[in-house]
C-alpha cells in the first residue's frame, strides 16, 4: 500500500504563472516531508523540506504548505521558469533517520 | 568537495547474471542508502548502512544485497537477474544518519535483457 501518493503524473504550467505540486500520504507517524527535483539521468537533487511541527516553509521561489489533518502537502513555485521542468517527487520520513519513502513523481513541464 | 559517485553509470546484464553496483559516498559521511527507481514504482528503499552495520532493509527479495566497507564505500549486489529488476539505482549518503540530510548519486542504469 503506497503510504506516499502523487495523483497527478505530470503538469503543465505557463512560464511566469505559480505551480502547484500535490502529495497527500497515510502514514500519521510521518514527521518530516520533503521535495526533490530530479532531471533525467541524474540523482535527485533537494529542495525544500518542512517539519511537522510547521505549517509552512519558504525558500525563495519555493514554498511548502503542510496540513497534517488533512495528510497532505503542496510545493508551490513562484514564478515558474522553463528550468524548473523536471520530476518532483515529495518523500516523508518518520524521525529524520528513518528510510525516505517517495511518492511517484509528478513531471512539471514549464512552457515558455 | 567531490559529490556522492556511483560507478558504472550504465550497465547491460542477461536474465540469471549477477551484478554489483558501487556507492563512493561524501568524504566523511557514515551512511548510505540505496533507491530503486522505476518508472511505475517511483523510488523505493532497499537498504541502509551505517558504519558498516545494516540498519534498515526494504521490502527485496533476498537476491538483493548490500554491504557497506570501513572507508565507507558500499555496494550492492543482485543475484539471479529478472527483467523487472532493470531501473536506476540510486545511492544517497549522509554524515549522521539522518535520511533527511542525504545527497544522493547520478545513479546506474541496470538494463536487464
Known amino acids: 500500500d503506497q503510504q506516499v501518493k502523487q495523483n497527478s503524473p505530470s503538469l503543465s504550467v505557463q512560464e511566469g504563472r505559480i505551480s502547484i505540486l500535490n502529495c497527500d500520504y497515510t502514514?500519521?507517524?510521518?514527521?518530516?516531508f520533503l521535495w526533490y527535483k530530479k532531471y533525467p539521468a541524474e540523482g535527485p537533487t533537494f529542495l525544500i523540506s518542512?517539519?511537522?511541527?510547521?505549517d509552512k516553509n519558504e525558500d525563495g521561489r519555493f514554498t511548502v504548505f503542510l496540513n497534517k489533518s488533512a495528510k497532505h502537502l503542496s510545493l508551490h513555485i513562484v514564478p515558474s521558469q522553463p528550468g524548473d521542468s523536471a520530476v518532483y517527487f515529495c518523500?516523508?520520513?518518520?524521525?529524520?533517520?528513518?528510510?525516505?519513502?517517495f511518492g511517484k513523481g509528478t513531471r512539471l513541464s514549464v512552457i515558455a | 568537495k567531490a559529490g556522492v559517485t556511483q560507478t558504472p553509470r550504465y550497465l547491460i546484464k542477461t536474465r540469471g547474471q549477477q551484478v554489483t553496483l558501487s556507492c563512493s559516498p561524501i568524504?566523511?559521511?557514515?551512511?548510505v542508502s540505496w533507491y530503486q527507481q522505476t518508472p511505475g514504482q517511483g523510488l523505493q528503499f532497499l537498504f541502509e548502512?551505517?558504519?558498516?552495520?545494516?540498519?534498515n532493509k526494504g521490502n527485496f527479495p533476498g537476491r538483493f544485497s548490500g554491504r557497506q566497507f570501513s572507508n565507507s564505500r558500499s555496494e550492492m549486489n543482485v543475484s539471479t537477474l529478472e527483467l523487472g529488476d532493470s531501473a536506476l539505482y540510486l545511492c544517497?549518503?549522509?554524515?549522521?544518519?539522518?535520511?533527511?540530510?542525504?545527497?544522493f548519486g547520478q545513479g546506474t542504469r541496470l538494463t536487464v535483457v
Open positions: 544517497a549518503s549522509s554524515y549522521s544518519g539522518r535520511n533527511t540530510e542525504a545527497f
Open positions: 502514514n500519521s507517524m510521518f514527521d518530516y
Open positions: 518542512i517539519s511537522s511541527i510547521k
Open positions: 518523500a516523508a520520513s518518520e524521525t529524520g533517520n528513518t528510510p525516505l519513502v
Open positions: 568524504s566523511g559521511h557514515r551512511s
Open positions: 548502512y551505517f558504519s558498516e552495520t545494516q540498519r
